[in-house]
């Protein structure tokens, strides 16, 4: 029988102004209850080089190096059922309202969405607000096999682009 899992809640306040959108936790994230646990998941050495930092270790790194640099972190499901860790195996998915996060936090000027699925979940959301810049980004996810370098270096180039809200 197909289980049921769950997303985790954002890691955001109110000075963010990036918003980064996954799909849902693997099932080592879910394991290790934070978001990209899984050991060749590039999540966290992408984003240590991007924003100039020494890899973090701890959850509490994690949250704190993402919100130094204004960045969140959510995925576009809340919930689904799902055997293993794929996203092509998710089955009856229950979307996250980030239409209501971008609203309580409107100093989010951009989503950064977290590979082709990720994408395509926010794309059924029909999200739509003056000036909020979204970009598809290669997934970090050890089933995407783009190098390491290909990854990082597209993910430079997202975050070295604009960082405020257009009005």
Do not use: Q
Not at 103 to 110: K, L, S, V
Not at 113 to 135: D, P, Q, T, V, W
Request: charged fraction near 25%.
């Amino acid at each position: 029988m197909t289980k049921r899992i769950y997303s985790f809640p954002p890691v955001i306040d109110a000075g963010c102004h990036t918003l980064i959108l996954g799909t849902m936790p693997s099932v080592k994230s879910l394991e290790g209850a934070f978001y990209y646990a899984h050991p060749r998941n590039a999540f966290w050495p992408v984003m240590a080089r991007v924003l100039g930092e020494d890899a973090p270790l701890t959850i509490a790194d994690k949250k704190a190096m993402l919100l130094r640099h204004g960045v969140a972190l959510w995925d576009t499901a809340a919930s689904c059922e799902r055997e293993g860790s794929l996203d092509a195996a998710m089955k009856d998915v229950i979307l996250n309202d980030v239409g209501a996060l971008l609203d309580m936090y409107p100093r989010i000027g951009r989503i950064f969405l977290n590979g082709g699925e990720a994408y395509r979940l926010f794309s059924k959301m029909n999200i739509e607000r003056a000036g909020l810049y979204i970009e598809r980004l290669p997934s970090t996810s050890p089933a995407y096999t783009l190098p390491f370098e290909e990854k990082l270096e597209a993910w430079r180039r997202a975050f070295a682009g604009r960082t405020e809200r257009m009005i």
